[in-house]
């Protein structure tokens, strides 16, 4: 009869035991990878992503706080409707974190940010049921809005067919107006007030403005001279629109520049830059939605470059002779 050596009878138990332990570890490791992994999958409003108690919830804060503005069918009426084309076109394919974020921080018009964060879910929730999206079991939580993609396609034989970014096909107009201006004037009418006010925000945080903290006296030619018209945070939210809006005009067919000279609007590069100043308009306008004087500043570098790279081709040049010619 054969005895195992001394001790190495318990080094396999150790051992076995060991790897054991090990593959234990890892499978629970994986395993919880896996689970985090499915919990961060996107989704959209079209999985269940509220409940029918919360809409309900959020129709009692709706018919309290939003009606008077967006109608009683959120068919819109002193403001923008909240279902369909209209809301689609805007929201389509965004997160719910960007909706609930723009209703959090400029919801309601009269009194922007008295609604709590759960209040505002609530709203979103009954805005998505409006929109015909199907209820589950569990409410919206505040952990899975950024993972939540706004899907609400709704295509019938006069609406525009939308994909998950939101873009929309429609016919082209065939109505066309002429150009007025040369492009340094709709630079000075449009552009240059309309960046200032957002350069303001450096220096000046629109929301203290608006609790009576004043305005600094070089502003006055911009959000002070406003001031007892519109909301600060409402005028940096327009400046923002217009440069965003700046495109088509920019691009207008015949628009000559202030020596005489075409405007370039057939070359690549000029596409390129009006593109970039589209787009820093829009950032500015996502960054204002925020009310944050930081996020806006910050943002502010973006709308700089958009314009100093159309201005180093085009305008910066020994004379103005020499503008609009690359």
């Known amino acids: 009869m054969r005895f195992p050596v001394p001790g190495s009878w318990f080094r396999v138990r150790v051992q076995v035991r060991f ?80 909706l609930v974020d723009k209703i959090h921080n400029t919801m309601p018009a009269d009194a922007p940010g008295t609604l709590t964060r759960p209040q505002v879910l609530d709203v979103v929730t009954y805005i998505l049921q409006a929109n015909q999206a199907p209820a589950g079991a569990a409410d919206l939580a505040e952990a899975a809005l950024k993972q939540i993609a706004l899907d609400l396609m709704q295509a019938g034989p006069d609406s525009m067919r939308r994909g998950p970014s939101g873009s929309a096909t429609t016919a082209a107009s065939t109505t066309s107006f002429p150009p007025t201006g040369t492009v340094n004037q709709v630079m000075r009418g449009i552009l240059f007030p309309s960046s200032n006010v957002l350069f303001d925000v450096q220096t000046q945080d629109p929301g203290a403005q608006a609790k009576g903290g004043g305005a600094h006296p070089e502003a006055a030619a911009t959000t002070a001279r406003y001031g007892n018209v519109y909301e600060p945070w409402q005028i940096v939210d327009a400046a923002a629109i217009s440069i965003a809006e700046i495109g088509p005009i920019l691009m207008t067919p015949g628009r000559r520049c202030e020596n005489g000279k075409p405007a370039p609007v057939d070359r690549a590069d000029w596409q390129q830059y009006v593109q970039g100043l589209v787009e820093a308009g829009r950032a500015a306008y996502k960054a204002s939605q925020t009310r944050d004087q930081a996020t806006v500043s910050d943002v502010t570098n973006v709308i700089s470059d958009a314009c100093a790279n159309c201005h180093r081709v085009y305008r910066d040049v020994p004379t103005n002779a020499q503008r609009c010619t690359p």
């Open 19 to 98: 790897w054991v332990l090990c593959s234990v570890f890892v499978g629970s490791l994986f395993g919880a990878f896996a689970l985090r992994a499915h919990a961060q999958q996107p989704r959209t409003t079209k999985d269940a992503v509220y409940s029918a108690a919360q809409a309900k919830r959020g129709e009692a804060v709706y018919k309290d706080k939003c009606v008077a503005c967006h109608g009683a069918k959120l068919e819109g009426d002193f403001g923008p409707p909240l279902t369909g084309e209209a809301f689609l076109g805007i929201w389509g394919g965004l997160s719910l974190s960007e």
